[in-house]
Structures are given as C-alpha cells and as structure tokens.
C-alpha cells in the first residue's frame, strides 16, 4: 500500500486548497478512505472519511466547509477545503479505512502527509 499526499501550501484565511491523495498498491475502488490531521505539538484528529459507495462522513469542525471526494479511475481520493481557518493549519493525511469506521481508530494505512497553513 502507498498512498502520497499532495497540494499542502500557505494559504491566507478564508482561502481554498486542494489536497489530494494518490493510492497504489491495492484495489483502491473498495476501499474507504479518510484524512486525518495534525497541528504540530498535538494530537492527530479525524477529518473526513468516504466509503467506497461514496457516502461521506465529516468531524464537526470541518463540516460545511471541507469535501471529500473520490476519482476511482485516477485512484485518488481529494479534500477540497474552502473558507479555512487558522486553526485548520495542521499536517492533512491520507488513509485507508476499515468499513464500518468514521473515526481516527478505522484508519490504516497511512501516507506521511502534507502541510497546510492557514495565516497572512
């Protein structure tokens, strides 16, 4: 299993970016993926999570404001984050997840991130 994350960068508030995450390795259409995050000096947080019928499955704080989405052609799962926050500056990582999770204990494999920063 390989996953690479990719399109972390400074961004200003309220901006956008898109973070995508290329698999390899497995049968990427079944499986479900997440991103989890992680502000330097704390702990890892849950993001998002998407099954591989596409339902989708958001933390409270990035909910409305982040996306997650699937291309299982490209074997790429993405997050469109818009109207970020400085509080959303964190390392994002890509991962699969074991059916039946929405939360940090389901995910598995993981890539070794991408930054985001959120500031002027």
């Known amino acids: 299993v390989q996953l690479v994350e990719s399109g972390g960068d400074l961004v200003q508030p309220e901006g956008s970016l898109r973070l995508s995450c290329a698999a390899s390795?497995?049968?990427?259409?079944?499986?479900?993926m997440g991103w989890a995050r992680q502000v330097p000096g704390k702990g890892l947080e849950w993001v998002a999570g998407?099954?591989?019928?596409?339902?989708?499955y958001y933390a409270d704080s990035v909910e409305g404001r982040f996306t997650i989405s699937r291309d299982n052609a490209k074997n790429t799962v993405y997050l469109q984050m818009n109207n970020l926050k400085p509080e959303d500056t964190a390392v994002y990582y890509c991962?699969?997840?074991?059916?039946?999770?929405?939360?940090?204990?389901?995910?598995?494999?993981w890539g070794k991130g991408t930054l985001v920063t959120v500031s002027t």
């Open positions: 991962a699969t997840l074991i059916v039946g999770f929405s939360s940090l204990k389901g995910l598995d494999y």
């Open positions: 390795g497995f049968t990427f259409i079944g499986y479900a």
């Open positions: 998407i099954y591989s019928d596409f339902s989708t």
